[in-house]
């Protein structure tokens, strides 16, 4: 089972920032937090990932909160083709561990 | 376009038949994984390449499913006497791991069982 929970769906309008949260409750000291999202009939992408600090990227903002218990991911000026779901995953960053995806969040960009 | 390629992108076959599908990673990375993924569900875990040996097979992957990845570059997924429950997209991803270990995710194989 997923170890992530997200709301199913969001809608955020379009020049807006997108806030997405993720409660990870039993994430462990050794695991970091990543962000996928999944376009429309394409594969998944990678966008973000963390352990403690918040990070920054091209695509988004990734801010964890102190106890690490929960995330939210935020893309600063959404954009219609953000629309996509978007997957919150817990796992060791240099393991052989797949990936468990659970149902993600389905984002919905407003124009 | 991430660089990994997945050949056929859609396959359409009749119940009983065999079929094949090949992903090429890209070229430097050494770990290869395959993903199922149904409508409304997020994509789940199939089997793990790291080179040529296959290290990891999830429960999902019963024994009319098999993996290769000969030389330790592209690999192929072949499903045999297929069944209308194995509709679905089979994906393909490939990492360098270490720190990151990002997968890159190819478009996927959209096999539709009749």
């Known amino acids: 089972d997923a170890k992530t929970t997200q709301p199913t769906s969001m809608d955020c309008a379009e020049g807006r920032a997108a806030n997405l949260p993720c409660n990870h409750s039993?994430?462990?000291?050794?695991?970091?937090v990543y962000w996928y999202r999944q376009i429309h009939s394409q594969g998944p992408q990678y966008i973000i990932h963390?352990?403690?600090n918040n990070e920054t990227n091209e695509m988004a903002s990734l801010i964890i909160t102190e106890d690490r218990k929960s995330s939210t991911l935020i893309l600063p000026h959404a954009t219609l083709r953000d629309t996509a779901v978007y997957y919150c995953?817990?796992?060791?960053?240099?393991?052989?561990?797949?990936?468990?995806f659970g149902k993600g969040t389905r984002l919905h960009i407003l124009p | 376009d991430t660089g990994v390629s997945q050949n056929p992108r859609h396959k359409i076959t009749k119940r009983g038949q065999n079929v094949t599908f090949r992903c090429d990673p890209i070229s430097e990375h050494n770990r290869l994984y395959w993903y199922r993924q149904t409508l409304g569900q997020g994509p789940e875990f199939l089997t793990y390449?790291?080179?040529?040996?296959?290290?990891?097979k999830s429960r999902l992957l019963s024994d009319r499913f098999s993996a290769e990845r000969p030389k330790g570059s592209f690999s192929t997924l072949e499903i045999q006497r297929t069944e209308q429950g194995d509709s679905a997209m089979y994906l393909c991803a490939s990492s360098l791991g270490g720190l990151s270990n990002e997968q890159f995710f190819g478009p996927g194989t959209r096999l539709t069982v009749l």
């Open positions: 963390g352990l403690k």
């Open positions: 039993t994430i462990s000291g050794n695991e970091y």
């Open positions: 995953i817990v796992r060791v960053a240099a393991g052989d561990d797949k990936i468990i």
């Open positions: 390449f790291q080179n040529e040996a296959q290290l990891e």
